[in-house]
């Protein structure tokens, strides 16, 4: 069969056009060529001694830096990076002791990718990648990366990532050839005004295009403990318990609740809805750390793992921190924590090198020694990759578009979301040619 006046062209409706918009819009602030990253830092004691650089591994070059001293703890800043340079996130500790529990998360914006995922995939380069311990840097910008002395540091661990556009496209050109009976410049039956054709969807590309499914969901709504969670002092003593509990895995209450609807020590996270988890020094105090643990579960079968939360923390002084841990099948891993009072935002983290067959997660407050409130959890989802997203089409609405084309040009669209729900087309002509006689009757 011969495809003939088959053409390509990208067709996009309302409803995408103003998706595009606002994804310009969103990248307006950085030139062609680059995408804009987000870094958020958490904060630990003793902030003075920490800076860190932003380098440019392909060209050596510093673009963005705070020096020891101007580190701003609890902050977001936006960064344009260029697209497929390497870049390193590189700490530095003046003093040599670490970065004493600050944290830093590295995300891609709405409409871009960090290591070939979606924005919705954080990288942790910090708790921390061993910190330059005692190195101090000049924020030297547009420079080489600084250390002591102005000697460029060696750094062991620092985090790499390559930040880019979405990367998820439907590929119309690859379309293998038209087949089927009467297909494009052919006579057609008499009587008949078209032909039935079959046409193969386009093939999605790209690590964007991925969907997500969840394996675990929680949203606190049955306002009791999830089956096969547990409650832990941290210390894996089941003779001391967290407020009181009287073993690992008890039931809610004294302090640990499935139902609260305000958190204690401050306004409440608006993202939070109905019933969530609080875990609460104030109801009995000093009494050290407490944590929720989601059951264990076996995810080596997966390509990648995202969790996504949202959070509040409130402390009482100096005193109470909120934590989440996950086990990387040998010991827990810290990938957020704060000890100031933050209503925090969505997190969206990265958690693909913590793949274990015994991966568990674990929400925790402590009270740091003292008199503290509480932090509080909810709308938990762990996600897995489910593979690659639904093509459809316009011509019959359907993940087929084979059907019977009339005589003419009809154009088919297919279209079908990238993994941070933005609309993705492609359009292909499909032309039937009635080169037959007509037949007069009568």
């Not at 913590?354 to 568990?360: G, R, T």
Request: hydrophobic residues 35%; proline residues 5%.
């Amino acid at each position: 069969m011969k495809k003939t006046n088959f053409t390509h062209w990208l067709m996009y409706g309302w409803a995408a056009v103003v998706a595009l918009f606002a994804v310009q819009t969103a990248q307006a602030q950085c030139p062609v060529g680059q995408s804009e990253i987000t870094i958020t830092f958490g904060s630990g004691t003793w902030n003075s001694e920490i800076g860190w650089e932003l380098v440019n591994v392909s060209t050596g070059l510093v673009e963005a830096c705070e020096a020891t001293g101007s580190f701003s703890a609890n902050s977001t800043i936006t960064v344009c990076v260029i697209n497929g340079d390497e870049y390193e996130f590189v700490a530095y500790d003046s003093f040599g002791d670490g970065w004493n529990g600050a944290t830093v998360q590295v995300d891609a914006t709405e409409d871009g990718s960090v290591n070939g995922e979606p924005w919705m995939a954080a990288i942790i380069p910090s708790t921390v990648p061993d910190p330059c311990g005692g190195c101090t840097t000049s924020c030297n910008l547009g420079g080489a990366p600084a250390g002591g002395g102005g000697a460029v540091p060696t750094v062991t661990g620092a985090t790499s990532f390559v930040a880019g556009p979405p990367q998820c496209d439907l590929l119309c050109d690859a379309i293998p050839e038209l087949t089927g009976p009467g297909v494009i410049e052919v006579n057609n039956d008499p009587g008949e005004c078209g032909a039935t054709i079959t046409i193969t969807n386009p093939d999605v590309d790209g690590a964007g295009c991925t969907s997500f499914a969840p394996i675990l969901e929680e949203y606190f709504d049955a306002g009791t403990m999830p089956a096969g969670w547990a409650i832990d002092d941290g210390t894996g003593n089941p003779n001391i318990g967290y407020s009181g509990q009287s073993s690992d895995g008890a039931t809610e209450g004294n302090g640990i609740y499935f139902d609260s609807q305000d958190i204690d020590g401050g306004a409440d996270n608006p993202n939070f809805s109905g019933n969530r988890l609080e875990i609460n020094d104030d109801d009995f105090n000093n009494l050290g750390i407490g944590y929720v643990v989601t059951p264990a579960m076996d995810v080596t079968g997966y390509s990648s793992l995202l969790l996504s939360f949202d959070w509040q923390n409130e402390a009482f002084g100096t005193s109470g921190a909120a934590y989440v841990d996950v086990w990387d099948g040998t010991s827990w891993v810290n990938v957020l924590f704060s000890d100031v009072d933050d209503q925090g935002s969505v997190v969206n983290l990265d958690l693909t090198p913590y793949i274990n067959s015994q991966f568990a997660i674990r929400f925790g407050y402590d009270d740091e020694g003292g008199w503290a409130w509480a932090s509080g959890f909810d709308n938990i989802v762990l996600s897995v990759p489910s593979g690659a997203p639904v093509v459809t089409n316009d011509y019959n609405g359907t993940d087929n578009a084979s059907d019977f084309y009339p005589v003419g040009t009809t154009t088919v669209t297919f279209q079908t979301t990238d993994a941070n729900g933005v609309p993705i087309e492609c359009s292909i002509d499909v032309i039937v040619n009635d080169a037959e006689a007509p037949t007069i009757t009568g």
